[in-house]
T-cell receptor, first 112, second 115 residues
Framework: QKEVEQNSGPLSVPEGAIASLNCTYSDRGSQSFFWYRQYSGKSPELIMFIYSNGDKEDGRFTAQLNKASQYVSLLIRDSQPSDSATYLCAVNMFYNTGKLIFGQGTTLQVKP | NAGVTQTPKFQVLKTGQSMTLQCAQDMNHNSMYWYRQDPGMGLRLIYYSASEGTTDKGEVPNGYNVSRLNKREFSLRLESAAPSQTSVYFC??????????????FGPGTRLTVL
């Protein structure tokens, strides 16, 4: 059974703090990893993509991948109230296809 | 450039009724997907189409059928709706970019209620 696990939260952080979201996955052969943000009542949108071990930074967002431990994380620095959303971790576990397995999502609340 | 469009936005069905959810994309993507999203469950793949003329089952295909009509359009059909199919349905499309990145672009969703 291919699985992606996230803590559903809610994760509550004060404005300006670092939010840390975590995700674990079951398939050691997984190739690529995605973080999607979903505002309430809206569709998901891609915010980060990572495929090699280590860190990848894009503005206030940093994705961290550790394939040996089978986890991927998302750090949001200087959190803003507009970052309040559900963050979905997705993993490509199917070689040479675009199929993704999504986690259940972590709800982030940034309090002013 | 509308991206991914879905119709209808909302639908209420009675148990046993049938309906087709429509999806179209104007980004010339080869791959298209149908997902359902239930509270606390994330997104679950129903069906996937890697290219025109091909379809493949996802995690939860039972009770659904799909048609990849052409490169632009991918429809999802419920032949005999059941209350367990009450959900929000998202269509997505993607194309592999440089570096193996395969970004999925999502439509606005269809909120379906089966009574």
């Amino acid at each position: 059974q291919k699985e992606v696990e996230q803590n559903s939260g809610p994760l509550s952080v004060p404005e300006g703090a670092i939010a840390s979201l975590n995700c674990t996955y079951s398939d050691r052969g997984s190739q690529s990893f995605f973080w999607y943000r979903q505002y309430s009542g809206k569709s998901p949108e891609l915010i980060m993509f990572i495929y090699s071990n280590g860190d990848k930074e894009d503005g206030r967002f940093t994705a961290q991948l550790n394939k040996a431990s089978q986890y991927v994380s998302l750090l949001i620095r200087d959190s803003q109230p507009s970052d309040s959303a559900t963050y979905l971790c997705a993993v490509n576990m199917f070689y040479n296809t675009g199929k993704l397995i999504f986690g259940q999502g972590t709800t982030l609340q940034v309090k002013p | 450039n509308a991206g991914v469009t879905q119709t209808p936005k909302f639908q209420v069905l009675k148990t046993g009724q049938s309906m087709t959810l429509q999806c179209a994309q104007d980004m010339n993507h080869n791959s298209m997907y149908w997902y359902r999203q239930d509270p606390g469950m994330g997104l679950r793949l129903i069906y996937y189409s890697a290219s025109e003329g091909t379809t493949d089952k996802g995690e939860v295909p039972n009770g659904y059928n799909v048609s990849r009509l052409n490169k632009r359009e991918f429809s999802l059909r419920l032949e005999s709706a059941a209350p367990s199919q009450t959900s929000v349905y998202f269509c997505a499309s993607s194309e592999v970019e440089a570096g193996g990145k395969d970004t999925q672009y999502f439509g606005p969703g269809t909120r379906l209620t089966v009574l």
